[in-house]
């Protein structure tokens, strides 16, 4: 059974850094790339960055290029999305996925990252 727990959501200040976590289980991690997505209140799920298979690549959103990070460490069947100089508007249920189970509506319960003074 696939599972994707995220964790790491925090409620941080303008400027300031978040590292979100992400573990997974139940398939063959190192044979999928991963996605980071997101969701803000009254808005539609949004992807944000991607990690290939063996973290050779990776792409990102126009709205958070250069402030965010992701990694993965396939050993610890883990990704990870460093979140710097956070902005309110990044405000939002910060979610882990394979693109197969995206398209599927398949989702974890998120990790909250609320961006606020």
């Known amino acids: 059974q696939v599972q994707l727990v995220e964790s790491g959501g925090d409620t941080v200040q303008p400027g300031g850094s978040l590292r979100l976590s992400c573990a997974a289980s139940g398939f063959t991690f190192n044979s999928f790339a991963m996605n980071w997505y997101r969701q803000a209140p009254g808005k539609e799920r949004e992807l944000v960055a991607t990690i290939s298979p063996w973290g050779g690549s990776t ?16 050993a610890k069947k883990m990704v990870y999305l460093q979140m710097n100089s956070l902005k309110p508007e990044d405000t939002a249920v ?5 693109e ?11 990790t909250q990252v609320t961006v606020s003074s």
């Open 59 to 74: 792409t990102y959103a126009d709205s958070v290029k250069g402030r965010f990070t992701t990694s993965r460490d396939n």
């Open 100 to 110: 197969s189970r995206a398209r599927r509506d398949l989702w974890g319960q998120g």
């Open 94 to 98: 910060y979610y882990c996925n394979t």
